[in-house]
């Protein structure tokens, strides 16, 4: 049974940094690419960044580009998401989706519980 | 960027009716790669539908997808009482942006 559990969520003050991890289990983590996806309080879902399943390649969406990073350790079956010079739009639950192949174009077949991000001073 | 449109924002229905949910996106879209989530309250979103008409394996066949180009429809037949929730499109090919998505509430 695939599992997804993020966590490293929490409360941070504006301009702080979060690292959110994700471990893996139930599948084969390597052969897989990776999303991040994000809810903000009462609102829709908002793609935030992928990584293929080797890591050589990643994309993030224009909101979080030059302040976030997708990475992942396939030894670890974890997927990261660093994220720097937060605010207050960034607070939402993140959640990562494990994707349907190794690259795009994939859809999100599993997708983790979430971990609560908020941005407050 | 594609953008993804749902109509209508909520749908009042009673259970055993017939939900038809509207996804546009702002130009074509290929049918391979459009999705559909269903999310409940404090829950993670499910996958229902990819391939814009595929169910993804433990979806109940009452839920059917269909459509091409720019305008694709989520159907649920029959509602049941646990299928009142949020349900949103994604174009997974070249945007992978998400509509806004469509609350089914009870009537």
């Known amino acids: 049974e695939v599992h997804l559990l993020e966590s490293g969520g929490g409360l941070v003050q504006p301009g702080g940094s979060l690292r959110l991890s994700c471990a893996a289990s139930?599948?084969?983590?390597?052969?897989?690419?990776m999303t991040w996806v994000r809810q903000a309080p009462g609102k829709g879902l908002e793609w935030v960044s992928a990584?293929?399943?080797?890591?050589?390649?990643?994309w993030h969406a224009d909101s979080v580009k030059g302040r976030f990073t997708i990475s992942r350790d396939n030894s670890k079956t974890t997927l990261y998401l660093q994220m720097n010079s937060l605010g207050a739009e960034d607070t939402a639950i993140y959640y990562c989706?494990?994707?349907?192949?190794?690259?795009?174009?994939?859809?999100?077949?599993?997708w983790g519980q979430g971990t609560l991000v908020t941005v407050s001073a | 960027e594609v953008v993804l449109t749902q109509s209508p924002g909520t749908l009042s229905l009673s259970p055993g009716e017939r939900a038809t949910l509207s996804c546009r996106a702002s130009q074509s879209v290929s049918s391979k790669y459009l999705a559909w989530y269903q999310q409940k309250p404090g829950q993670a979103p499910r996958l229902l539908i990819y391939g814009a008409s595929s169910r993804a394996p433990g979806i109940a066949d009452r839920f059917s997808g269909s459509g091409s180009g720019t305008d694709f429809t989520l159907t649920i037949n029959r509602l049941e009482p646990e299928d009142f929730a949020v349900y949103y499109c994604?174009?997974?090919?070249?945007?992978?942006?998400f509509g806004q998505g469509t609350k089914v509430e009870f009537k």
């Open positions: 990584i293929t399943d080797d890591g050589y390649s990643t």
């Open positions: 139930g599948f084969t983590f390597k052969n897989y690419a």
């Open positions: 994604q174009d997974f090919g070249t945007s992978r942006t």
């Open positions: 989706a494990k994707g349907s192949s190794a690259s795009r174009p994939y859809y999100l077949e599993y």
